[in-house]
Nanobody, 118 residues
Framework: QVQLAESGGGLVQPGGSLRLSCAASGSIFSITVMGWYRQAPGKERELVASISTDGVINYVDSVKGRFAISRDNAKNTVYLQMNSLQPEDTAVYYC????????????WGQGTQVTVSS
């Protein structure tokens, strides 16, 4: 099993920046993909960005050019650098890690609130 611990959310003004961190522990050898999702009030949870163990990265169109996902393998941590934040980015952000094949699993973090407001 893999446990995830998120940090870095908060309140920021439009145009500002935040960096989210997600530290993985436990059976980290089984991780295939780590990613960030978000859920705004009244909306479905959506993928924001993901990164695989072989470095394949995906972003939702609305954050391309503003957000950047990266990973530090030595620290078993994934980061989401969020720049040029807008009110529509306000949501609870969740870290997710999953593995495929015989080590299949799916773990979620507890979520961290990001609020963009003046």
């Amino acid at each position: 099993q893999v446990q995830l611990a998120e940090s870095g959310g908060g309140l920021v003004q439009p145009g500002g920046s935040l960096r989210l961190s997600c530290a993985a522990s436990g059976s980290i050898f089984s991780i295939t993909v780590m990613g960030w999702y978000r859920q705004a009030p009244g909306k479905e949870r959506e993928l924001v960005a993901s990164i695989s163990t072989d470095g394949v990265i995906n972003y939702v169109d609305s954050v391309k050019g503003r957000f950047a996902i990266s990973r530090d393998n030595a620290k078993n941590t994934v980061y989401l650098q969020m720049n040029s934040l807008q009110p529509e980015d306000t949501a609870v952000y969740y870290c997710r890690a999953y593995g495929l094949g015989i080590n299949r699993f799916d773990s979620w973090g507890q979520g961290t609130q990001v609020t963009v407001s003046s």
